[in-house]
């Protein structure tokens, strides 16, 4: 079985400041990883997904993540936060080469952006 | 290229009434997810469409959800008869195949029972 825990339903920092959302994951299996970030009245859209390939992902608009198996966590971070980076962010897990496996989410995390 | 549709947007309607929501996923995407998102939360699944066939549906009450895809294109989710505690938005997803692909979302349905 997996699991999902992301730590603060609740991120703010300044423009151009570092983003920093956590995401632990629990899994009985090998794992493969994502984040997903879901804009105001709008669908979630794939930011980036862990596959077993490089430990370090780099996904859309400057994101990136890292998949650190001795700690079990997939954080996601930027280097400097626009003010479009505003959103609900969030991580999710399922079992990599199962077919058969859903993908789990997270509570989300919602990221604050001060000018 | 389009993409996930997903009708209405919004509906409100009285408990116990019935209510259908409409996914019309990306062309040539042959798996298709029905999502709840509670307020607050991330999305659960529901149920999960391989073609026309529901290859999941573990999460899916039974006893007033139901949905279907027919032909393997698009596909209805209903509810009958609503209870308050359906207020939530429901998402439609769609993937080439299989699950660990990436899905693609629609904009959801956000249905409030009063």
């Known amino acids: 079985a997996q699991s999902v825990t992301q730590l603060g339903s609740h991120v703010s920092v300044s423009e151009g400041a570092l983003v920093l959302l956590r995401c632990n994951y629990s899994s009985s299996v090998p794992p493969y990883l994502f984040w997903y970030v879901q804009y105001p009245n709008q669908g979630l859209q794939l930011l980036l997904k862990?596959?077993?390939?490089?430990?370090l992902v780099k996904g859309i608009n400057g994101f990136e993540a890292e998949f650190k198996k001795s700690e079990t966590s997939f954080h996601l971070t930027k280097p400097s936060a626009h003010m479009s980076d505003a959103a609900e962010y969030f991580c999710a897990v399922s079992a990599a080469y199962s077919s058969a496996s859903k993908i789990i989410f997270g509570s989300g995390t919602r990221l604050s952006i001060r000018p | 290229e389009a993409g996930v549709v997903q009708s209405p947007r919004y509906k409100i309607i009285e408990k116990k009434q019935p209510v259908a929501f409409w996914c019309n996923p990306i062309?040539?995407?042959?798996?298709l997810y029905w999502y709840r998102q509670n307020l607050g939360q991330g999305p659960e699944l529901l149920i999960r469409?391989?073609?026309?066939?529901?290859?999941?549906d573990s999460q899916l009450p039974k006893d007033r959800f139901s949905a279907e895809r027919l032909k393997g294109v698009d596909s209805t989710l209903k509810i009958q008869p609503a209870e308050l505690g359906d207020s939530a938005v429901y998402l439609c997803a769609s993937s080439k195949t299989r699950n660990t692909d990436t899905q693609y979302f629609g904009p959801g349905t956000r249905l409030t029972v009063l």
């Open positions: 062309s040539g995407h042959n798996t």
């Open positions: 469409y391989e073609n026309e066939e529901a290859v999941d």
């Open positions: 862990y596959t077993s390939a490089a430990t």
